[in-house]
Nanobody
Framework: QVQLVESGGGLVQAGGSLRLSCAAS?????????VGWFRQAPGKEREFVAAISRGGSRTSYVDSVKGRFTMSRDNAKNTVYLQMNSLKPEDTAVYYC???????????????????WGQGTQVTVPS
């Protein structure tokens, strides 16, 4: 069992930056978990944003954030990060991290593939 807590959201002007964190706790070896970031804007479906393999060697991003967002992890701190630069109003959403136990370096890009979810953190970029 693993618990996930996101932090780092807030209000930022267009073009600004934020770094989201996702801290894991529980009886777990965090380096056995693949992690993903998802977001959900009001009235819209949940959307995949980024994913990282258990060791951090592989990442994947939705096209709309490529070149602006960077996902990384520090397994010694049981924490995953999402560095968001050049933020746009369309990035406004609640951002969730999710994790699943894995035995390979696979990454996962759909929500149904994840077992554990955090409560989310709000990111607002006014237009």
């Amino acid at each position: 069992q693993v618990q996930l807590v996101e932090s780092g959201g807030g209000l930022v002007q267009a073009g600004g930056s934020l770094r989201l964190s996702c801290a894991a706790s529980g009886r777990t070896s965090f380096n056995s978990y693949a992690v993903g970031w998802f977001r959900q804007a009001p009235g819209k479906e949940r959307e995949f944003v980024a994913a990282i393999s258990r060791g951090g060697s592989r990442t994947s991003y939705v096209d709309s954030v490529k070149g602006r967002f960077t996902m990384s992890r520090d397994n010694a701190k049981n924490t995953v990060y999402l560095q968001m630069n050049s933020l746009k109003p369309e990035d406004t959403a609640v951002y969730y991290c999710a994790a699943r136990l894995v035995s390979t370096a696979a990454i996962y890009t759909t929500g149904d593939e994840y077992t554990y979810w955090g409560q989310g953190t709000q990111v607002t970029v006014p237009s």
